[in-house]
């Protein structure tokens, strides 16, 4: 593996596309677990799933637009896809409020929408030059210079505002009643992370692709689950792990010559694997 | 217990109704409660009990009545840091989040701090504080699912105390601790109202040991049955009982304990 890794480096230093594809990769794996784990306490993984297949949509749409104006194709597709994510965050909410007993129906809604519309895009769209498997399976590769610009300036925001909010969050997080009677603004605040996970969906839409976005959120998270007492340490094992799966996967799509996203998303299944087993064996 | 201040009221509700579609959970229901005192909110489960304090705290809608908070109208009222509220709730938390001791106590300086503002030196130092009033500041880097019931509810006490309150809500605190956590529980009341001097409603379905512990007691059933001291209560108990649990309730004591406290089964 060392060697491997060696193999890597060397290659990042010739190639300046894989430095891009490497910085990036390792902005997501800093900013994935940090809004992962609120997520998860959360108990929202499946948002972050759905959010995603709206993105698509999004994107898809940004493509069509695109090509029928210039206006329209001199805003790249992401940030369409990040429009429309927004905008599906916030009718979660609002669906769940009014699936009050029923809150879990508000995903499957959303997602199926967010399928059928990107079915239904890209269709149309298929005449135009639309990297379909690279947005469902992440082309760490295509990641530009411009790219590299919007991901810097996303986690930015991502993780300036968890900074700001940290002590909000986990406090809406852990007893969202006390945290409203302390005077946290729930609805406000509860807009904004839906916001974040928006913004880190299209930070991490190129490097593991719509369908494993979510496995990036919640599989280190996951890992840290089940070491962590105190919610930093779920923080800072969720962002190693992270690291770890982005540094390792990369590494070795580049030897075996596989695909990035999905090795990316195996080693973290591997880590997350190791972890539980490493507990058992302790306990026994 | 010592004699609370009568001309200096920190809570006023006034014809307090609450309804679920057309039932009425609450209906016309008033308290009052003072500076320093200690009163007592019983009735049987199911009373609405939990949905009085949640309307009073604006955590549900106050359709039909008033509650004024230190004079001021409770739809005006912000300075929520005045008041450390336990919820019923606080004891079925995730036990499976990732959160310490510290952590927890943490979280009740937010509205002392408002946002944005992260919590400095002098803050962990009133979290310390809090804990080692509780007597829990020995386990602050431990997981918070992993103490036992009484533990936790120690912990949610010393939450709700590190923003130093003036008043204290705590709803069914003794529910689901073992009899020794109940006993130190009693003492903590007792030595924060003595040391810090708060007002306190303590909500419990154990009518023996509130009309002993409290000065005032409140008894409800969806309507007010009893506003008045602790005494007046139980020289009544059994007809105010009667009334409000209706004729099959009965108070039992427990021979075994060493307090003989009665407790309502």
């Known amino acids: 593996m060392i060697g491997s890794l060696a193999q890597f480096w060397a290659a990042v230093s010739a190639y300046p596309f894989l430095r891009n594809a490497l910085i990036a990769g390792l902005i997501t794996g800093i900013v994935a677990p940090l809004i992962g784990s609120f997520v998860v306490v959360r108990r929202l993984s499946i948002i972050a799933d759905a959010l995603a297949h709206v993105m698509l949509s999004g994107v898809a749409l940004g493509y069509l637009l695109g090509s029928t104006s210039r206006v329209f194709a001199a805003v790249p597709p992401i940030y369409y896809g990040t429009a429309v994510a927004l905008v599906a965050a916030l009718l979660i909410e609002r669906l769940r409020t009014m699936y009050r007993s029923y809150s879990e129906l508000a995903v499957p809604i959303i997602m199926s929408a967010g399928v059928g519309l990107s079915i239904v895009l890209i269709g149309l769209a298929r005449g135009l030059n639309v990297d379909l498997v690279g947005l469902l399976f992440g082309n760490i590769l295509s990641v530009t210079q411009a790219d590299l610009l919007r991901i810097v300036v996303a986690a930015l925001i991502v993780a300036v505002t968890i900074a700001l909010l940290y002590k909000e969050l986990l406090y809406l997080s852990f007893d969202d009643e006390a945290a409203r009677l302390s005077g946290v603004p729930a609805k406000t605040i509860n807009f904004i992370f839906s916001a974040l996970i928006a913004l880190v969906i299209s930070v991490s839409m190129q490097i593991v692709g719509t369908l494993l976005i979510s496995a990036l959120i919640t599989l280190p998270v996951a890992a840290a689950l089940r070491l962590a007492k105190s919610f930093r340490a779920l923080l800072t094992l969720g962002v190693v792990f992270a690291e770890t799966s982005v540094l390792v996967g990369m590494a070795a799509a580049y030897t075996f010559d596989l695909a990035t996203g999905g090795t990316i998303v195996l080693v973290a299944i591997l880590i997350l694997l190791a972890v539980l087993v490493w507990q058992k064996r302790l306990r026994a | ?265």
């Not at chain 2, 009221?9 to 409660?33: D, H, M, N």
């Not at chain 2, 106590?105 to 946002?115: P, S, W």
């Open chain 2, 1 to 265: 217990m010592a004699a609370f201040d009568p001309s200096n009221v920190v809570l006023e509700a006034e014809g307090v109704s609450f309804r679920y579609e057309s039932q009425y959970v609450l209906k016309r229901v008033s308290l009052t409660l003072h500076r320093g005192e200690l009163l007592g909110l019983v009735g049987p489960n199911g009373s609405g009990k939990s949905t009085l304090l949640k309307v009073m705290l604006g955590l549900l809608p106050l359709a039909e009545g008033t509650v004024r908070w230190f004079g001021v109208p409770l739809n005006r009222f912000r300075d929520w840091a005045r008041i450390g509220y336990v919820s019923q709730k606080a004891a079925s938390f995730n036990v499976g989040f990732p959160v310490t001791v510290e952590e927890v106590v943490r979280m009740g300086l937010i509205a002392r701090l408002g946002i944005f503002r992260r919590p400095g030196k002098k803050e962990t130092e009133k979290v310390l504080e809090a804990l080692e009033f509780v007597g829990m500041a020995d386990f602050r880097r431990r997981n918070i699912g992993a103490l036992s019931g009484g533990q936790q509810q120690r912990v949610f006490i010393a939450r709700a105390l590190v923003g130093d309150p003036e008043v204290l809500i705590l709803d069914e605190p003794t529910v689901g601790v073992d009899r020794h956590s109940e006993v130190r529980f009693y003492a903590l009341l007792e030595k924060m109202h003595k040391e810090r001097g708060l007002s306190i409603v303590l909500v419990s379905h154990d009518l023996g040991v509130v009309s002993e512990k409290m000065d005032t007691i409140v008894c409800i059933n969806h309507e007010l049955f009893y506003h008045g001291s602790a005494s007046g209560f139980r020289a009544a108990c059994d007809e105010i009982v009667a009334r409000a649990y209706g004729q099959e309730m009965k108070i039992i004591t427990h021979a075994h304990d060493p307090g003989e406290e009665a407790i309502y089964r």
